[in-house]
């Protein structure tokens, strides 16, 4: 599987972006994806996820601001940020795991918070927000 992030930007508190995550090379219909960040000298944070279902999770942090959707072709997934703030400037990165079992739960199967749960990784992309 491979991840390609892109729209990151510097912008002001109080504004949005968009990011996107082209994927391909999924071999399996059932599959998670996340968007983790990450600001240096700490640990990768889980921001959202989706699951192939249609189901959405969120960091506390980020609910209410935060929308994770997808094209519904799988092929890419989105991250709309609004109403951001100077905390939320990290890099971010698109994450994915193919679900090759049969699962009670996608959702419950994909919610995984810990970095170490996800096997694919985008290269990165920088959001900055300043005050």
């Known amino acids: 599987v491979q991840l390609v992030e892109s729209g990151g930007d510097s912008v002001q508190a109080g504004g949005s972006l968009k990011l996107s995550c082209a994927a391909s090379g999924f071999t399996e219909s059932t599959y998670c994806m996340a968007w983790f960040r990450q600001v240096p000298g700490t640990e990768r944070e889980g921001v959202a996820i989706?699951?192939?279902?249609?189901?959405?999770a969120y960091a506390d942090s980020v609910k209410g601001r935060f929308t994770i959707s997808n094209d519904n072709t799988g092929n890419t997934l989105f991250l709309q940020l609004d109403r951001l703030k100077p905390e939320d400037s990290a890099m971010y990165y698109c994450?994915?795991?193919?679900?090759?079992?049969?699962?009670?739960?996608?959702?419950?199967?994909?919610?995984?918070?810990?970095?170490?749960?996800?096997?694919?990784w985008g290269q990165g992309i920088q959001v900055t927000v300043s005050a």
């Open positions: 994450a994915a795991k193919q679900i090759v079992f049969p699962v009670a739960s996608v959702a419950n199967y994909c919610t995984r918070w810990r970095s170490s749960a996800w096997p694919f």
């Open positions: 989706f699951s192939s279902d249609g189901s959405t």
